[in-house]
């Protein structure tokens, strides 16, 4: 299943957690799913998320690249509640789940008159996740409801077994329910320009590097299809300036921000940006 690919679609055969323990790892083409993955997946992953500095679990605006997430963050929460409204036009009274909902941000933005819960892992991020008053959990399996929509915001690259996960989906989802899954895109100009240094490969905590091609092999397997596909413009000049980070160039600040718009303007035709939101319906 797994298969070594050499310069296959210009993804490089290994690449390093340059977040936190600089250890390398490689990146093998799965033919099954169409997609990378993080080879070998450490079988304590676990203790790769163990780091102050790891963003999505904190609300921190410490130094430059905390603050710039935050900001970004606060921005695309009005286009996500937007998107939501425009895929359930007219109801009020949705009930909805987010897995790995992090700090739970995404669900307190969503309309008050919806019934909202969270799943995550991260005994930290899910404490601030209940400060906000959202009720959240550390796995589904405590879970009976059905949803109408379920969420996966840069979660999906992060869960290793696939399968399970699909199979969680038809448990919980209501039949003419949706899911919003958003992901990388190694297919981006920014991916390619980076090469082994583009942040979002992310090893080993993202055990999963997706394309189109793959979402959709994916779905196609599990009996889901792809409703829509939308970009995510501000993921490649944040994914760029952290890039240059770990290039340790000069000037990364600037550079990064050239290069995230250029990404952002080679993918007018395409929608090929450096994240992806794929809306998921189940096939009838």
């Known amino acids: 299943m797994l298969q070594s690919h050499g310069t296959m679609g210009k993804v490089p055969t290994n690449t390093k957690d340059y977040f936190l323990t600089q250890e390398s790892f490689g990146l093998s083409f799965n033919s099954t799913y169409q997609c990378y993955q993080t080879d070998p997946i450490p079988v304590d ?35 996500k509640r937007q998107l939501v409204r425009q895929l359930f036009s007219g109801k009020t009274d ?25 799943i995550e892992p991260n005994d930290s991020a899910r404490i601030l996740a209940s400060q906000k008053n959202i009720t959240c959990k550390p796995s589904d399996l ?7 929509l379920i969420s996966m915001w840069h979660v999906l690259e992060h869960v290793p077994d696939l399968e399970k996960q699909f199979k969680t989906f038809d448990r919980l989802l209501k039949k003419d329910g949706k899911i919003i899954i958003a992901v990388p895109n190694h297919e981006s100009f920014d991916a390619t320009y980076y090469g082994k240094f583009w942040a979002a490969y992310d090893v080993p905590r993202h055990v999963w590097h997706f ?18 596909i939308s970009p995510m413009w501000l993921d490649s000049i944040y994914v760029s300036m952290l890039s240059e980070k770990y290039k340790k160039s000069n000037l990364g600040f600037v550079k990064g921000i050239f290069v995230g ?24």
Not at 142 to 148: A, H, V
Request: net charge neutral; aromatic share 12%; glycine share 6%.
């Open 45 to 79: 992953l676990e203790k790769y998320y163990e780091s102050e500095a790891y963003i999505s679990h904190t609300d921190g605006k410490k130094g430059l690249f905390e603050s710039l997430y935050q900001l970004a963050k606060n921005f695309t929460l009005a286009n």
């Open 94 to 118: 949705l009930k909805v789940l987010d897995i790995g909902c992090g700090t739970g941000d995404f669900l307190k933005a969503l309309p008050s008159t919806y019934s909202k819960f969270g």
């Open 142 to 148: 405590d879970i009976e409801d059905q949803f109408d």
């Open 211 to 228: 394309s189109k091609t793959s979402i959709k092999t994916i779905s196609d397997l599990h009996g889901y299809s792809i409703e829509k």
């Open 261 to 284: 718009f250029l990404s952002n303007i080679l993918a007018l035709r395409k929608k090929d940006t450096s994240s992806l939101i794929y809306i998921l319906k189940k096939d009838k």
